[in-house]
């Protein structure tokens, strides 16, 4: 028996570590780490005032009005709940349209619709801004004629971190623009890249419909779009002065358009740590107002006594009496605990018509797709009525005298 042992705390055990083991230790949790998380679940958690590079959604629309319902619930998804900027082409607006009509909740609206042109609708740029995102926004540049319309945003967010401002510039190219018009409008906005985009971020998005580019490329900017967007064919571009800090990813097209969506992902994000999302559910009570329980009120209040009321003072009366109110609630109408959303547009069944949608796009299923926006339409309506409902039953002042009329029993108040 060895008498003469030397003991080891197991804090001196846990210290004690060759030099290589624990650098490989670190090594190994550092690449844990990088891989567990990654620059998109970051930005997914980085809140939309926080964020210094936008994410932008851009498609061709074909015709703005009759999509913007099924816009605003897109926006208001998981997926998308970050979008700072939404560029759409081909929205068919004009001068008889206002802007109430093709209003995004949240966002603020910079439109170009087709000035001159020989069809009865066609054509048209509109770009929306958040306002969480940046509120300092005005049009610095703006073009339209027959073939060609066109409109840049200059925003200037609260955090932006290498740049000076973020030009967002919105294109959509005819297919049947000749080169005069091309290089006409091509020397109009050189002049102006020229004088304002230096130090600044320049984003150019649309359907160029296979038309020169070069122009663009003369200015400092790259392609990042390497997929086809509509069919086989890469009509939609995104053009970035600064390439590496973005990354585009495709999505099933808004309702019935055969452009697809594309995202645009910054790589870039904040160092904030807090998880805010911007349609969190929220826990709140609501009194239960069902018939049963007003039929108890009623009878509770009908067997009152009301000459134990009666003071000396008008304050002790009032006081008595709201006290005596408050505990024939409490005991008749209790309250419950609900799970409100304040998303106007969140319903599991549209999220699952909408993840079917994404596997049918890519399947190119194109019978399946007209199904499930059939679906996707009849679920927007349904929620939409829901939430016309739930405005239409506030406590408005009408409301109110309803409410004592179905306590007391009487029809004169």
């Known amino acids: 028996m060895i008498t003469n042992r ?80 939404v560029a759409l082409q081909e929205t068919w607006l004009h001068e008889l349209y206002d802007d109430n009509l093709v209003s995004l909740n949240g966002f603020t609206l910079f439109r170009q619709d087709r000035l001159c042109s020989r069809k009865k609708r066609g054509g048209g740029v509109a770009t929306f801004i958040h306002s969480q995102w940046s509120t300092s926004n005005n049009v610095c540049f703006s073009y339209s004629n027959d073939f060609i319309d066109c409109i840049t945003v200059k925003c200037r967010p609260k955090h932006l971190s290498k740049f000076k401002y973020v030009f967002i510039s919105n294109i959509y190219v005819t ?46 900017h790259a392609n990042i779009v390497k997929f086809p967007t509509r069919l086989d064919k890469t009509l939609d571009l995104v053009f970035i002065n600064d390439e590496e800090i973005y990354e585009v990813r495709r999505r099933a097209p808004i309702m019935n358009s055969d452009h697809c969506i594309i995202r645009i992902l910054p790589k870039i994000y904040s160092r904030s740590h807090f998880n805010i999302f911007s349609n969190l559910s929220k ?96 679920e927007i309506k349904r929620l939409n009525n829901i939430y016309n409902q739930t405005i239409l039953s506030c406590k408005t002042s009408e409301n109110i005298w309803k409410l004592f009329r179905e306590i007391t029993g009487c029809a004169s108040i």
């Open 283 to 378: 826990r709140t009570q609501q009194r239960c107002y069902s018939q049963e329980n007003m039929l108890k009120l009623r009878c509770m209040l009908n067997d009152t006594n009301w000459e134990l009321f009666n003071e000396h003072k008008l304050d002790d009366t009032i006081s008595n009496l709201t006290d005596y109110l408050k505990f024939c609630l409490d005991i008749c109408c209790p309250k419950q605990i609900i799970f409100k959303r304040m998303d106007r547009f969140s319903s599991p069944h549209l999220k699952k018509l909408r993840r079917e949608k994404e596997k049918l796009y890519k399947t190119k299923n194109k019978s399946g797709l007209k199904k499930i926006n059939t679906q996707i339409k009849s």
């Open 6 to 85: 030397i003991k080891y705390s197991n804090s001196f055990i846990k210290r004690f570590k060759p030099y290589d083991f624990h650098a490989t230790n670190n090594a190994s949790n550092k690449s844990k780490r990088k891989h567990h998380a990654g620059w998109q679940r970051a930005l997914k958690q980085t809140p939309l005032y926080r964020t210094t590079i936008p994410v932008i959604v851009t498609s061709n629309c074909r015709s703005l009005p009759n999509k913007i319902m099924h816009l605003q619930s897109l926006l208001s998804s998981d997926t998308y709940h970050n979008t700072a900027i």
């Open 175 to 220: 297919p049947g623009c000749s080169a005069s018009d091309l290089s006409d409008f091509a020397d109009e906005f050189t002049e102006f890249a020229v004088t304002h985009l230096e130090n600044s971020l320049s984003v150019v998005t649309g359907d160029f419909n296979c038309c020169d580019c070069s122009f663009l490329v003369s200015l400092g």
